[in-house]
């Protein structure tokens, strides 16, 4: 963790391979890495059917993201934005490829590093809440993830040194050590980022960056999940490590105390050699030599020797990630071992449909906010319709208690918008975006129900403040060139091809229709 992101620097350059050169067949664009003059660049470029470039985009990567595990990649800023760069380079395989996201589709150097990733990528990022992809200056107080993310704030513990309040003798109050937690807050500092089930819902005027550790993660964002069902038992573990740990039957066997840090010290990395032992070194604090079925010698004698987590914590590759690996932490007493009967039954009364990853202590069976639930089903309804209904009915709820809040205005526009009541539509989106919400959506939606009442030119009016909002956006700024073209402002038109060309330089449909509107110019 303490070094999942850096800079870039002359010493970087040495120890780790800054050449590499891809294509992305499907795109019919070529991607270069290149070291030069102290820095590392990316370049994204065409070459036409003669063999002439049709354009190329060289970016200087700022920061690298990732230890080098399984590998790292790249960062660009423009402005106050910070991208993905396009490609990455992956250790197992000793080369650059296209980064995690771009095999759903190549975005060049406009993919945004969203506030939900980069919480979790770095110490102390500032990234702008809904800025879809905007920083403040400066974009980070703290690169690599710290010491505050573990402990919490380290002013306090200052503080308290220099003023002298040292009379505790065994815990200090000012500081959180999460091994003297009870095991569900200890758990909460480790499921921040190491735990992610199907939404991750913030907290009505939380950030990511206000959780604490030592205090309850669901104050600060819910995590749920959809229930799994005998027929199609959990598929993911890609960061569900805690939600595998609580189908073991370590974790059960322990009376639910068993938690991260018991087998995983944040201060110690063990090398690959050193793994095996160093895990099956913390798998004897509870088990012993006879607890396993294979004779010692047996086991003595594989590669590598006496390995608990090799055969208990089998490895697998990340098909989401390519070249690289996982651990799946249900910890199987046998690979074929089922699914233990608490994986299908772990839903509540008070929460029938969703199982509630994150409760506070003592609070389990406590149904999260509506508010929460309203956004948690409105995510989950896109791949799951079945959750349609719940989120009306949690909207009609909210309506009734709750008219005013600018998330549920929102809702309640695009429920209007898809019934065909354009007139209330337009009037609850123009309430959530008087109320502060700035989502991309709100501003979309709006614009749609406008154009349905033949208001084109305020439609125009409000993608033109979506854009600004989230200039990255290349479906939003197509929408925007439409509309103009639609209401026959085609210097408009033509300018907002020309600034999407500078963004998006590899989109060769607006690149030829940019030529055809500059030809009908002249």
Excluded at 292 to 306: D, F, G, K, S, Y
Aim: hydrophobic share 35%; glycine share 8%.
């Amino acid at each position: 963790m303490g070094r999942s992101m850096s800079e870039i620097t002359p010493e970087f350059l040495k120890a780790h391979p800054a050449s590499g050169a891809v294509e992305d067949q499907d795109n019919h664009l070529h991607f270069d890495v290149l070291a030069q003059g102290g820095k590392l660049q990316q370049s994204e470029y065409e070459h036409s059917a003669d063999g002439q470039e049709v354009f190329r985009d060289t970016r200087d990567l700022e920061w690298i993201i990732g230890a080098g595990k399984n590998g790292f990649g790249g960062l660009v800023k423009s402005g106050d934005y910070v991208f993905q760069a396009p490609l990455s380079f992956y250790s197992k395989a000793g080369r650059w490829e296209l980064s995690p996201g771009y095999e759903l589709g190549n975005a060049g150097f406009n993919r945004p590093i969203l506030p939900g990733c980069i919480s979790c990528h770095s110490g102390r990022p500032n990234a702008v809440p809904e800025g879809n992809g905007r920083f403040a200056n400066p974009a980070f107080s703290e690169l690599a993830i710290g010491c505050e993310n573990c402990h919490g704030p380290g002013l306090a513990h200052v503080l308290a040194r220099q003023i002298g309040t040292d009379s505790y003798q065994e815990h200090d109050s000012s500081i959180v050590n999460p091994a003297s937690l009870q095991p569900p807050l200890a758990n909460n500092v480790c499921m921040s980022c190491h735990q992610t089930g199907d939404v991750r819902i913030l907290k009505q005027g939380k950030d990511y960056k206000d959780f604490r550790p030592g205090t309850a993660l669901d104050d600060t964002l819910s995590i749920l999940m959809v229930p799994p069902k005998r027929e199609s038992p959990p598929q993911s573990d890609l960061l569900e490590h805690y939600y595998s740990m609580t189908l073991s039957k370590c974790y059960r066997g322990s009376g639910e105390r068993l938690t991260c840090i018991n087998c995983h010290d944040p201060h110690v990395e063990p090398t690959r050699e050193e793994a095996p032992a160093y895990f099956a070194k913390k798998c004897m604090t509870c088990h012993t030599e006879k607890s396993c079925r294979l004779p010692l010698e047996v086991r003595e004698h594989q590669q590598p020797a006496n390995d608990c987590a090799g055969c208990h914590m089998k490895k697998r590759d990340v098909q989401e990630i390519s070249h690289s690996s996982i651990t799946n932490h249900r910890i199987l007493t046998r690979p074929e071992e089922p699914f233990p009967e608490i994986a299908f039954n772990q839903t509540t009364a008070s929460l029938p449909d969703l199982i509630h990853l994150n409760p506070a202590p003592g609070r389990k069976d406590t149904t999260p906010p509506p508010l929460v639930l309203l956004q948690a089903y409105g995510e989950l309804s896109e791949k799951y319709p079945e959750y349609m209904p719940r989120y009306f009915a949690v909207l009609d709820e909210l309506e009734r208690k709750n008219p005013s809040n600018p998330l549920v205005q929102a809702a309640i526009g695009n429920r209007e918008l898809h019934a065909g009541k354009y007139e209330q539509a337009v009037a609850h989106l123009q309430g959530a975006l008087d109320g502060g919400v700035s989502k991309t959506i709100v501003y979309t939606d709006l614009a749609d129900a406008l154009t349905k009442l033949n208001r084109n030119r305020e439609a125009v009016g409000a993608l033109q403040k979506a854009v600004a909002a989230d200039p990255f956006n290349a479906m939003l700024r197509k929408t925007l060139i439409v509309q103009l073209i639609q209401i026959k402002d085609y210097a408009s038109a033509k300018s907002e091809m020309e600034s999407y060309m500078q963004r998006f330089p590899g989109d060769s449909f607006m690149r030829q229709l940019l030529a055809r509107a500059r030809g009908q110019a002249q």
